[in-house]
């Protein structure tokens, strides 16, 4: 299995890449459209091809490349099956392992952050790793004051699909705002500062309606975009339009 | 391969916990004078008994038990070429792979924070793993100020031994005083704050000769004590006799 964290500095977002070096076959969890060229010159290098873009939800923050990818490439676009969009070739299930080559990706389905988020869980080398999307981050956790984010529901999917997990298993979010890489299911569960300690329920979700956060900058643009796997609405603002017109292109 | 992360309070130590599960062979790095018996609990439970102790350097901060743990189990001890430790069963050389059944622990030299200081690297699984032992630290680094420490010296290490591996290798500290467990190499290059984002060797320098750090509490029974691969010298105080007794009677 080959591994690699990539960054998109705009959005603060983690890219993963996961490749069956044995047979061939690359994923991307979580692309972002800015990155496209960066990422595929990675997979390039690697003398291998993308087979998959694997998104964990519906983003707000950032726009997904999977379409993009999809056009560049021939690859097949993959996400929750409770998100429910015509653009995605493949569906994730809980339960229901997704094969990247030999890799096997077990889908976590942790609602909360979005009310079809998943995690992904892959148990390969001596410690799993799963990618947490925006359900659990370091020291932190998504927000739930939009697109059917629900704070009660988000406690119930970390403490129970998360935090049963393995104390050593590897927290890969899709965020980090402060430079942190990863983290372990075991420092999360003492130290977040959110839920982690067993925080009661009524406490986490005190805090999370009292969070007060801004209202995103790329909301209105960016989940009508996600719901087409990535394609650019009229609507995007300039900053975002030098992709776009890749995109369009390609 | 099996991997553990312990944890002891009192001197805030990680203990790793390294098998082969394939041919049953057991390491333990780092060990802790005060966690023998769940240490040994753990080995117990994994139906594996305990082939080697190997430290990173001789503590200042915790007594080993690698003595006491030969005592109980027939183990072999193992140390830094560099500590010269008649004590030791096995010394561990930069560039000579030590064998933990199948996995090869690929020894680092990296003097600086005591002068017969290694980290020691794993191979095994998408990602590399690092032990750094008081070397490198999550968001810091040892000390420099005793036990023949020298800041150049662990600038240097930690430059060109350790930030020279690639960036998702797995770093796992000896010490965490603030409940973190794990970071990556890539992580620390960026954001250590004493020598990451390219710091200069003289600054870096200059804020570890002006730490102004208490004198270690344990230093004057730890250090002879671990000189003897973990014998509880007579000069141990009161809170430690506890654990010494127990060896006394092993």
């Not at 932190?140 to 629900?150: I, V, Y």
């Amino acid at each position: 299995m080959i591994f690699r964290q990539l960054f998109e500095a705009s959005s603060s977002t983690y890219t993963y890449l996961v490749a069956c070096q044995e047979q061939g076959i690359v994923a991307l969890i979580d692309p972002v459209l800015e990155t496209v060229e960066r990422d595929l010159e990675i997979i390039r290098q690697l003398d291998l091809k993308l087979n998959y873009t694997i998104d964990t939800h519906i983003h707000a923050d950032h726009l997904t490349s999977a379409t993009k990818l999809k056009a560049l490439t021939d690859c097949k676009i993959v996400y929750p099956k409770q998100a429910n969009l015509p653009c995605a070739d493949f569906q994730i299930e809980d339960g229901k392992v997704f094969r990247i080559g030999s890799i096997e990706l077990h889908p976590l389905f942790t609602p909360g952050h979005t009310d079809h988020h998943y995690a992904y869980l892959i148990n390969q080398g001596p410690q799993q790793m799963v990618f947490t999307g925006d359900a659990l981050l370091i020291d932190a956790c998504g927000r739930t004051d939009f697109q059917s984010g629900d704070a009660s529901q988000l406690y119930d999917s970390i403490q129970e699909k998360l935090f049963s997990l393995p104390g050593e298993t590897l927290v890969y979010p899709a965020h980090d705002y402060a430079g942190h890489h990863v983290t372990s299911i075991a420092q999360e569960k003492a130290r977040n500062p959110r839920l982690g300690n067993d925080t009661p329920k009524e406490e986490f979700v005190t805090i999370m309606n009292g969070l007060d956060l801004p209202y995103p900058r790329k909301i209105d643009f960016a989940v009508p975009g996600n719901e087409a796997c990535g394609v650019c609405p009229p609507n995007v603002p300039d900053y975002l339009r030098s992709p776009c017109e890749v995109h369009d292109q390609g």
